[in-house]
């Protein structure tokens, strides 16, 4: 197994362990790590400056949790390459077209991409010590909705294994969801009562695998 493989294998592995998206655990982790490692190696990077400027900064996600670091010098800097630009269209009454995305969402993608073809290829990887991806995947929560779609994009062929487990436990959620409408009605109060205490808010559940935990 590659080293990239390797790491990607035993990362897989310890979100697996955490409750929800294992992929979104993943892509918040490293996301975090992406913001800080670029205010304190590449602010001084013209080329990364450039990029983010070209993108007009991070979008209202990843900018918000500038909010949190404590280097405030380097949010400052990158902060002000922005507001100049935007001061700079202003005075000619005309926003300029950005030319780039937000280089923390281009990261996202780029690390999703990379897990989702990584999952995709499990059946066809080395097994690691004890294991096998699948083994521990599917003892998970799995992907969210919107992470198993986008599998759809990335790879040509879903592994049966994977199919069966991630449509299975939608279907169910399905169920407890139609249910849980079912029984709300005026009337149904008894019915009601005699869901588990976890299916009377599945709708948590349910807005939680539809948008995922993504940052």
Not at 82 to 95: H, Q, R, S
Not at 109 to 126: C, H, V, W, Y
Not at 198 to 203: C, G, L, M, N, R
Request: glycine share 4%; net charge positive; proline share 2%.
């Amino acid at each position: 197994m590659a080293a990239d493989r390797h790491v990607n294998f035993f990362a897989l592995q310890k979100a697996c362990e955490k409750p929800e998206c294992p992929l979104c655990t993943i892509i918040n982790e490293r996301i975090d790590r992406y913001i800080d490692g670029m205010l304190f190696e590449h602010i001084s990077d013209r080329t990364f400056r450039a990029q983010y400027r070209e993108a007009g900064g991070f979008c209202n996600t990843h900018a918000e949790t500038l909010l949190s670091y404590r280097d405030g010098l380097a949010v400052a800097i990158l902060g002000r390459d922005t507001l100049e630009d935007y001061l700079a269209d202003f005075k000619k009454k005309k926003l300029r077209k950005r030319k780039s995305m937000c280089p923390a969402c281009v990261e996202r993608m780029r690390i999703e991409k990379e897990f989702l073809t990584f999952i995709a290829e499990a059946d066809k990887t080395e097994e690691g010590e004890g294991e096998n991806l699948p083994d521990f995947f599917t003892k998970s929560d799995g992907l969210c909705l919107q992470h198993y779609a986008m599998m759809f994009k990335y790879v040509k062929r879903i592994p049966k294994w994977l199919s069966d487990f991630q449509e299975t436990k939608f279907a169910s959620l399905n169920e407890r969801v139609k249910r849980f409408i079912e029984f709300s009605a005026w009337g149904r109060q008894q019915d009601f009562a005699t869901l588990s205490a976890q299916d009377k808010i599945v709708w948590k559940e349910l807005a939680s695998v539809l948008r995922g935990q993504v940052k």
